[in-house]
């Protein structure tokens, strides 16, 4: 398999920069991600419960390897306050092989 195909991000929304810092905190401390970049001023609209809301919310982008992925999902679900939380996962087609490099040496699935 390429360098960049067994590579994801997975993209998170939070309802807080607390909420969001605590889960890419214990993704990274977990060895389940490399990075984690939380980017404040998301403002999303969606349908919920029949009725278009609109929420501020933070991004977490997330970067890891696919093999990582179910213990990823499972880390956010056990921290977010949402009853289903936007996790979205998007292979790297492509890229720097030395960050990819980078991202193998600090995801460690045991």
């Not at 994801?8 to 984690?36: H, M, P, W």
């Not at 991004?59 to 992925?69: C, G, V």
């Not at 949402?82 to 960050?99: A, T």
């Amino acid at each position: 398999m390429s360098k960049s195909l067994d590579k994801i991000v997975i993209f998170v929304t939070a309802s807080s920069q607390n909420e969001a810092y605590d889960i890419g905190k214990a993704l990274i401390e977990r060895r389940l991600a490399a990075c984690c970049n939380i980017i404040p001023g998301v403002q999303s609209i969606y349908w919920w419960d029949g009725k278009v809301t609109e929420d501020p919310e933070i991004l977490l982008m997330i970067k890891t390897k696919k093999i990582a992925e179910e213990k990823v999902f499972e880390t956010i679900k056990s921290i977010h306050s949402y009853d289903l939380p936007e996790m979205i996962s998007i292979p790297m087609q492509g890229g720097y092989r030395k960050y990819f490099d980078w991202i193998d040496e600090n995801v460690i699935i045991e």
